[in-house]
């Protein structure tokens, strides 16, 4: 069985991403485990020159780390991805690197018709970054909208077309684990090029 981290991509306190998340985490407690990770509580990133990094930042990139993959749920202001979540990431990619070729799957839940789509397309141009280096599924996007009306009383997706559409693409992000685990071949040369960035970028602006 897998072992996946959920990061809600929001500090709100009710969060329809995050009930996304627990909902996919009761629901396939049978297929994978599904360990849901808060992003809230981290400084703002200031890029320190020693490269020190908070206890909180390097406690969830250990998770990642150790982890099979990762499923990030991202809500959508301003066509981009929260600020708090672009925060994480930053701290997630300076002289520590836990993305790198982790297999990641995106979704998102908005109260429109969109799904946070650009949200979406937003946080996988960011993952693509060198710094990053993740693994992103392809062709994956997961929109639930108008997700005021999705769930019902007990925090279940309460639309069978919608858990089916979901079950396809866990499904899939399954197996895109077990394929990304055999594409090694590049990896000990992705942390060499990464190494060389972090030498780079240090003490600049």
């Known amino acids: ?7 809600v991509g929001t500090n709100t306190q009710r969060s329809t991403n ?4 627990q909902f996919m985490e009761r629901h396939y407690q049978d297929q994978a485990e599904i360990e849901l990770v808060e992003v809230a509580g ?3 990133f200031n890029k320190p ?7 909180r930042a390097a406690e969830i990139g250990k998770k990642i780390d150790e982890s099979d993959g990762v499923i990030i749920s991202t809500p959508e202001y301003d066509h981009a991805v929260p600020a708090v979540l672009m925060n994480a990431l930053e701290w997630l990619s300076y002289g520590i ?3 790198l070729d982790k297999p990641v799957m995106i979704i998102g839940a908005s109260f429109g018709s969109l799904g946070t789509s650009r949200a979406q397309a937003h946080l996988r141009q960011m993952l693509d970054a060198p710094e990053l280096g993740a693994r992103i599924m392809p062709s994956s ?3 639930l909208g108008h997700v005021l009306e999705a769930f019902d009383k007990d925090g279940n997706l309460n639309d069978q077309g919608r858990i089916d559409r979901l079950d396809a693409l866990f499904a899939d992000f399954e197996e895109f684990v077990k394929i990304s685990k055999e594409l090694w071949h ?3 040369y992705d942390k060499q090029e990464i190494s060389k960035l972090d030498k780079t970028d240090f003490g600049s602006n």
Do not use: C, S
């Open 1 to 7: 069985m897998n072992k996946y981290i959920g990061i």
């Open 18 to 21: 995050r009930q996304l998340l």
């Open 42 to 44: 981290l400084p703002m």
């Open 49 to 55: 020159a020693d490269r020190v990094i908070p206890d």
């Open 97 to 99: 690197h836990p993305f």
């Open 141 to 143: 996007e997961y929109l």
């Open 186 to 188: 590049t990896t000990e």
